[in-house]
């Protein structure tokens, strides 16, 4: 009995000690879980983007904000949103001329739009693209913040068109008829910063990145704040 005895408590100690292994692995692997989240999010308040989230779903009701990009003209920074998620923030530059949607007035626009091209997915990067092609000229670039009086346009392309009629579509107001791009600039001394005479600029790594993440069809969300 005695031996019986001896044999249920050692098996009994063996499974709490077994038992607690286990809730000790679990716990850990939760908390890593969770540290690795907030470290490879993005840091950006979140109240900022519930605030973006809850603005859109009530300006625009009958569409799905899942994949998209929001550019913050105030902020000069560009959201990158998938499955819902903020996964990355880009410094940009808009236009010197501030937020506006009338052709020839060099203003970025502001309202709904969508992606509706790409271009230069085998360009070299700091390559410079004319009419959407690439010419075979490197860029030289300039990091330091100062202008350099030319509107290069380098390494990709990424075209949107207006989706509010009266806003950013149709007429003189037309994003698309006014070539609003995304794109690589040989003045990347200047990102984070109005510069631009329209168009949203990212520094030529970010607008390869960029790319390599968006699709054609993408919601693009362009607010003057």
């Keep these: 009995m005695r031996t019986i005895g001896f044999?249920?408590?050692v098996f009994y100690?063996?499974?709490?000690?077994l038992m607690s292994l286990l809730v000790v692995c679990f716990t850990t692997s939760t908390f890593r879980a969770q540290v690795f989240n907030e470290v490879t999010r993005p840091a950006?308040?979140?109240?900022?983007?519930?605030?973006?989230?809850?603005?859109?779903?009530?300006?625009?009701?009958?569409?799905?904000?899942?994949?998209?990009?929001?550019?913050?003209?105030k902020r000069?920074?560009?959201?990158?949103?998938?499955?819902?998620?903020l996964i990355k923030i880009f410094k940009v530059s808009?236009?010197?001329k501030?937020?506006?949607?009338?052709a020839n007035s060099e203003m970025t626009p502001v309202g709904l739009h969508k992606i509706n091209g790409k271009y230069g997915a085998d360009v070299p990067m700091n390559g410079v693209l004319k009419h959407k092609k690439f010419t075979g000229e490197i860029a030289e670039i300039e990091k330091r913040p100062i202008p350099i009086d030319k509107d290069i346009i380098?390494?990709?392309?990424?075209?949107?068109?207006?989706?509010?009629?009266?806003?950013n579509k149709g007429g003189k107001l037309d994003s698309y008829e006014r070539r609003i791009y995304f794109h690589g600039t040989a003045e990347e001394g200047l990102i984070g910063q109005p510069a631009s005479h329209g168009c949203i600029r990212l520094t030529n790594k970010?607008?390869?990145?960029?790319?390599?993440?968006?699709?054609?069809?993408?919601?693009?969300i362009i607010l003057n704040n």
């Design 76 to 85: 000069q920074e560009l959201y990158l949103f998938r499955d819902g998620r």
């Design 98 to 102: 501030g937020a506006g949607s009338v």
């Design 206 to 220: 970010d607008v390869m990145d960029l790319f390599d993440l968006i699709y054609e069809g993408m919601y693009v």
């Design 44 to 73: 950006v308040n979140r109240g900022t983007e519930d605030f973006l989230k809850d603005y859109l779903s009530i300006k625009y009701p009958n569409v799905e904000f899942k994949d998209f990009i929001y550019v913050g003209v």
């Design 13 to 17: 100690s063996l499974t709490w000690l």
């Design 94 to 96: 808009t236009s010197k």
């Design 154 to 167: 380098t390494t990709r392309i990424i075209t949107i068109e207006g989706l509010e009629r009266g806003v």
């Design 7 to 9: 044999i249920l408590s």
